[in-house]
């Protein structure tokens, strides 16, 4: 493992960060906080903007509100299915990673694997993010959908 110096990387796009409620406030306050008692050796994530970090903009209408349906389905399907997932940096630069969803975590479980540092996971939903997902994040259309798609895969 490289020379870290005792870095730590907060698991979080630094764009993210707003002075907004829930897991952006929070870590936005948490970047204020370490900012004015003069923390240097901690980092954010810096990846560049992609197409779907900006799907939640696609919802003004029904086609675009369809194809983010389809890519949001495609993108939970590809985090459970597929056989090797990384982390969006090399991890092997810090000491810490700090995550704080645990869709995260799991998404950069392959880059974990030979991970020697230590591993923080601070969820900040009021529930497991499977229930978030399935009961504040999809639509009615899509619960129909998911449900339609378990019946045929139970029979």
């Known amino acids: 493992m490289s020379d870290f110096n005792n870095r730590l990387l907060i698991y979080?796009?630094?764009?993210?960060?707003?002075?907004?409620?829930g897991a952006s406030g929070y870590n936005y306050?948490?970047?204020i906080g370490l900012e004015?008692?003069?923390?240097?050796?901690y980092s954010y994530l810096?990846?560049?903007v992609n197409a779907k970090d900006n799907m939640h903009a696609m919802k003004d209408s029904v086609f675009k509100r369809f194809l983010f349906i389809f890519f949001r389905i495609a993108n939970v399907y590809k985090i459970l299915h597929k056989k090797?997932?990384?982390?969006?940096?090399?991890?092997s630069n810090f000491k810490?990673?700090?995550f704080h969803s645990s869709k995260d975590l799991y998404e950069a479980r392959t880059s974990l694997e030979s991970y020697d540092g230590k591993?923080?996971?601070?969820?900040?939903q009021p529930?497991?993010?499977?229930?978030?997902?399935?009961e504040d994040v999809i639509t009615p259309f899509e619960r129909k959908f998911f449900a339609d798609c378990k019946m045929k895969l139970d029979i």
């Not at 004015?36 to 050796?41: I, L, Y």
């Not at 591993?119 to 900040?124: D, E, K, S, W």
């Open 36 to 41: 004015n008692v003069g923390a240097q050796n």
């Open 127 to 134: 529930k497991p993010y499977t229930y978030e997902f399935v």
């Open 12 to 21: 979080v796009e630094k764009r993210e960060l707003k002075p907004t409620g």
């Open 29 to 31: 306050n948490l970047h």
């Open 96 to 98: 810490i990673v700090h």
């Open 119 to 124: 591993i923080v996971l601070t969820c900040h």
């Open 84 to 91: 090797k997932n990384y982390a969006k940096t090399d991890l």
């Open 46 to 48: 810096n990846s560049p």
